[in-house]
């Protein structure tokens, strides 16, 4: 199995939930820029993280993986404090851009090679196994047939694909994604949401920043929607259709009144709605029995 | 034996030649893929204070060389990694300083002519000393060493470091590491290309192995044999032309770059024109995507509506041999052996 699977971990750590937020605050040289998150992600979810530009999802998904200081609050990634994670190759990561160099050539088995660094000491060659875990990284994500491959020649929604791979090498057990369908074509965005339908049949814990809801529809568990630096949403598909028609209608009534899926503060409830509502990405999210 | 061979020094020289010429675009793929290629540039400036103060204490040049360029490229990435904007002027501050140290201390110790600091700017490959070249030896083992097992990782922190930090690599202890290794090769450099030509070995090989490698790996393999080429061709060279042997390993780096850039560019109009692109391809494909795959030679084609598709790049060649295969069988009947594929995909024929 090419990912530690929740039913696979279940045995002895079915209660840890992947990722639990109490009161944690991310920012950047000591300064928060994300106040007092609280919530719990059980593993086996997945979950998009949607707020417009600044909201602080991305300082958040950021601080799971250390790119951001953790200011305060207690956070637990797999049931091990955030400090004490040495072993990081637990979390996947598929940055929002291409970052990777074009400047010298690599191919498709390079990039995703490089995934599995961080999980063996520096000494240590790849084995047979960890070079099969790469073809089977570039299956899940159906680029087997370009292993070799250059990767500043591939599409922008194939490099993608590339990146989740390498992400996928390294056997994570929690894959956090920035904006994975930004900018990629209809055919790459097809191929992607059903990459990503996959790795959920398989019970991978993901955490899906983006913009693009729409994209993902039929995939995702539960909707977390940030503001300012808070939660302002959090829920399931169908009751954000709900929160989004409310807020809708408190819109065209000029006032807003108190839906019952916000909670953690109360005050700038209305003016948030109103501000989260306006996006042209946030569009109509398609009812989904969990 | 060649009349070359017969001279001890030419026999260093050529032996100075083959370290410098495989070690220092070993490293200089790094530089390249960082878009560092100045760097060796800077850090050989301030290797000439390194130099001076060699002279001055009478000492060994090498040594105090080697001391300098460290310090300088642990500066280098100490002060990147602040990220101030004016880091950039740090840098200039430092790299010239250095130069400038180098060049009043050289001339104050031996006075204005002094073919020392020539030597030393530019080259003077046939004064290697035996014992230099011990010295050169271990310090390439060193470079090889190095660059071989960290291959991956400095790949991986040069290429992209956000990625490379967030899945717990030491980045920083990398690129401080890469910066060592510059300098390093910046002194083994510097008797035979000179400090002032030594950023050309690190990075035009690799600019010409660019040009024909398709993997990150070979395109290593190809800077080492273009750089052992320029530099052990350019000494025989210098030896027969009389010229400074420095510049000439420079040119002829230059020269193979340009006739591999040449070919390449001739090569890639050929084929282009053998080459058809599939019209507007909605559909992507890969394993599992519904269309038959059929292997051929070296990748794989997919039936698509009467056409064989290749992937090449970001689009879909044809691959015209319609008539190993009949028509209908790619679209009207597609293999639903994986979950996935979306039936919308089906849709999408390219004619």
Known sequence: MLVTTAAASAGTTASTPAVQLDHASFGYAGRPFTEGVTLTIPKGEVVALLGPNGSGKSTLVRGLLGLTDHVAGRVEVLGTPL???????????????????????????????????????????????????????????????????????????????VLIARALASRPEVLIMDEPTAGVDAANQDVLAAVLRRLAGLGVTMLVVTHELAALRGIVDRIIEMDAGQVSFDGTPSQYAEHRATVSRAADAGHGDHHPYDHGYDQHDDDSGLLSGAGPMDGPVEEVTP | MPEILSYDFMRLALLAALLVGAVAPLVGIFLVQRRLSLIGDGVGHVALAGVAIGILLDGQPIITALIAAVLAGVAVE??????????????????????????????????????????????????????????????????????????????????????????????????????????????????????????ALMIVPNAAAQQVARSFRSATLWAVLFGVLSSVGGVVISFYADTAAGGTIVLLAIALFLVVAAVGALVAALTARRHRIAERHPHEHGPGCGHEAVPHGDHVDYLHGGHRHAPHGAHYDEHADPTTYSPTDSTTDPTTDTGTSDPADHEQVTR
């Open chain 2, 78 to 199: 100490v002060i990147r990694a602040r990220g101030r904007t004016s880091g950039d002027i740090a840098l200039a501050v430092m790299f010239y300083g250095g130069i400038a140290a180098g060049v009043v201390i050289i001339n104050r110790v031996e006075g204005g002519q002094s073919s020392n600091l020539t030597g030393y700017l530019f080259g003077a490959i046939t004064t290697t000393s035996p014992g230099d070249l011990v010295v050169f030896a271990v310090l390439s083992a060193v470079i090889v060493a190095v660059t071989v097992v960290l291959r991956q990782r400095l790949f991986l922190a040069a290429g992209d470091e956000e990625y490379a930090r967030a899945s717990g690599l030491p980045v920083m202890a990398l690129n401080i590491t890469l910066s060592v290794l510059t300098a390093v090769t910046v002194v083994v450099s510097m008797r035979v290309v000179g400090l002032l030509l030594i950023s």
């Open chain 1, 83 to 161: 400090a004490g994670l040495t072993d990081r190759s637990r979390i996947g990561y598929v940055p929002q851009r291409h970052t990777l160099s074009a400047s010298v050539r690599s191919t498709v088995r390079e990039v995703i090679a490089t995934g599995q660094l961080a999980g063996r000491p520096w000494w240590r060659r790849p084995t047979a196994q960890d070079r099969a875990t790469v073809v089977q990284a570039a299956e899940t994500v159906g680029l087997a047939d370009r292993l070799d491959t250059d990767v500043a020649t591939l599409s922008g929604g194939q490099q993608r694909r």
